[in-house]
């Protein structure tokens, strides 16, 4: 058995594949399967992939396109290492990315281990650091830990992504963990139900991955082609919590995850036809699915996060959001708001 199989979805990826496979195939630890599922691409994406398969630790598959998430699933089903990683086909490890993964994953009993990560600008040739990757700030001081000892936080430390993350292979298997079946925001319900699930969580306070933002191959770079995914993804994670008896348990993690996800993605939409469209149906009638119809201001993290809802709440239905519970800072906080709204419509 493998110590770590690694899971590459890749789609039109050409341009970066090579240093994807290459930061993979050299790790220091060399006991990894490789498994590559092409996503029907159409580039030279999948010639790339078989001039690899020299290597008997990996396998090419190929489906027609389908998503990221249907093929990690594939990837999923034929997987034999004992933990599982993955990694999107424009990003890269740093070399030592599984050695350290694994040797902690191993030393805590994990099921679950979180590093940090940077980005890299194709356009500018800049490294960044990413502090959403792991949030210090909600992190609690020991050294392994589950969703009891943070049930505020357990979805706003790291990012919903699977690629900062090594998972136990059994651990999956056991608790029926799949991705969802859609382009994007398909990682959010494996992530999270992991996090949910997890007796032993740890992590690996440096930067060990580089996501590649800038270029059009990004998932992020598509949000207008399907502008809903990310919320029948929340409103699948509610539900799904919701029926194994935790939600209330970590609502507030979620509200506040659900609400940065919320506002995210409709600022993220720049066609402004789809951007409206998304956004009336939304707030007139979404908040309620995902769980964000009925909070409390005081609940809310991120101030920036809660100034744009209620700008987008205003734009999109035209009267205030009206809160459970408005403390006098954010009665101050909706003026400014009301404000701002006013002197959009007369510039309009």
């Known amino acids: 058995?493998?110590?770590?199989?690694?899971?590459?979805?890749?789609?039109?990826?050409?341009?970066?594949?090579?240093?994807?496979?290459?930061?993979?195939?050299?790790?220091?630890?060399?006991?990894?399967?490789?498994?590559?599922?092409?996503d029907g691409s159409t580039d030279s994406s999948l010639d790339i992939l078989n001039n690899y398969?020299?290597?008997?630790?990996?396998v090419v598959f190929s489906q027609k396109h389908q998503g990221a998430g249907c093929a990690r699933n594939l990837a999923l089903e034929v997987a034999q290492g004992e933990y599982l990683a993955f990694i999107d086909s424009d990003d890269f490890y740093d070399i030592d990315f599984c050695e350290r993964m694994y040797n902690k994953a191993v030393a805590t009993d994990s099921d679950v281990v979180v590093c940090s990560a940077r980005s890299y600008n194709v356009n500018d040739n800049i490294?960044?650091?990413?502090?959403?990757?792991?949030?210090?700030?909600?992190?609690p001081s020991k050294d392994v830990f589950n969703y009891k000892d943070m049930p505020k936080y357990i979805f706003c430390f790291s990012q919903n992504w699977n690629w900062n993350k090594l998972f136990?292979?059994?651990?999956?298997?056991?608790?029926?963990?799949?991705?969802?079946?859609?382009?994007?925001?398909?990682?959010?319900?494996?992530?999270?139900?992991?996090?949910?699930?997890?007796?032993?969580i740890s992590i690996i306070n440096e930067e060990l991955i580089t996501y590649r933002v800038g270029n059009s191959t990004n998932s992020q770079s598509t949000n207008y082609l399907y502008p809903l995914d990310f919320y029948e993804a929340f409103k699948t994670l509610r539900n799904y919590l919701i029926s194994i008896d935790k939600y209330e348990d970590v609502r507030q993690s979620y509200i506040n995850w659900a609400l940065c996800g919320l506002v995210y993605n409709i600022d993220s939409l720049k066609d402004k036809s789809i951007n409206n469209k998304v956004g009336r149906f939304?707030?007139?009638?979404?908040?309620?699915?995902?769980?964000?119809?009925?909070?409390?201001?005081?609940?809310?993290?991120?101030?920036?996060?809660?100034?744009?809802f209620l700008k987008q709440y205003y734009k999109?239905?035209?009267?205030?959001?009206?809160?459970?519970?408005?403390?006098?800072?954010?009665?101050?906080?909706?003026?400014?708001?009301?404000?701002?709204v006013k002197r959009r419509r007369i510039n309009a």
């Open 168 to 200: 136990k292979r059994e651990f999956i298997s056991k608790n029926n963990i799949n991705f969802q079946n859609l382009y994007r925001t398909n990682d959010l319900l494996f992530t999270c139900k992991a996090l949910v699930h997890a007796e032993r």
């Open 53 to 58: 398969k020299k290597d008997p630790r990996l």
């Open 316 to 340: 999109y239905i035209g009267k205030p959001f009206v809160f459970k519970c408005l403390p006098l800072h954010y009665l101050i906080q909706l003026c400014n708001v009301q404000i701002w």
């Open 1 to 38: 058995m493998p110590k770590i199989s690694v899971i590459i979805p890749v789609y039109n990826t050409e341009k970066y594949l090579k240093e994807c496979i290459d930061s993979v195939v050299n790790q220091t630890l060399q006991d990894i399967e490789i498994v590559c599922v092409d």
């Open 282 to 308: 939304l707030y007139n009638e979404g908040l309620e699915a995902i769980g964000l119809a009925s909070i409390n201001a005081d609940e809310i993290y991120k101030q920036r996060s809660y100034e744009i």
């Open 127 to 139: 490294y960044n650091s990413m502090p959403s990757a792991l949030v210090q700030e909600y992190l």
